[in-house]
């Protein structure tokens, strides 16, 4: 099993920058993939970005260049730095990890809202 807590969401105005963090109750370095998704009212739930354990990151399109997916295996910790805020940015935002050796392979966090309004 793996646990994960998201921290660091609010309100911001658009044009401002927050730094979301999760926690995982398992190194990290055992994880192959964390990762950030994100889910605004009305929409499905999207990619933001991953990170393998080897240190290779994707990123939805339209993202690049403005949020930045970071870890710190020593605090078993997944970040995303989010830059240049827009209001299409609003959305509760989610933290993922995937484990194929484990049962099951993909544990959720409970997410932590970001709201981008001026």
């Known amino acids: 099993q793996v646990q994960l807590v998201e921290s660091g969401g609010g309100l911001v105005q658009p044009g401002g920058s927050l730094r979301l963090s999760c926690a995982a109750s398992?190194?990290?370095?055992?994880?192959?993939?964390m990762g950030w998704y994100r889910q605004a009212p009305g929409k499905e739930r999207e990619l933001v970005a991953t990170l393998t354990s080897g240190g290779k990151t994707n990123y939805a399109d339209s993202l690049k260049g403005r949020f930045t997916i970071s870890r710190d295996n020593a605090k078993n910790t997944v970040y995303l730095q989010m830059n240049s805020l827009k209001p299409e940015d609003t959305a509760v935002y989610y933290c993922?990890?995937?484990?194929?050796?484990?049962?099951?392979?993909?544990?959720w966090g409970q997410g932590t809202q970001v709201t981008v309004s001026s």
């Open positions: 398992a190194s990290i370095v055992s994880i192959n993939v």
């Open positions: 993922n990890a995937w484990v194929p050796g484990l049962r099951p392979p993909q544990y």
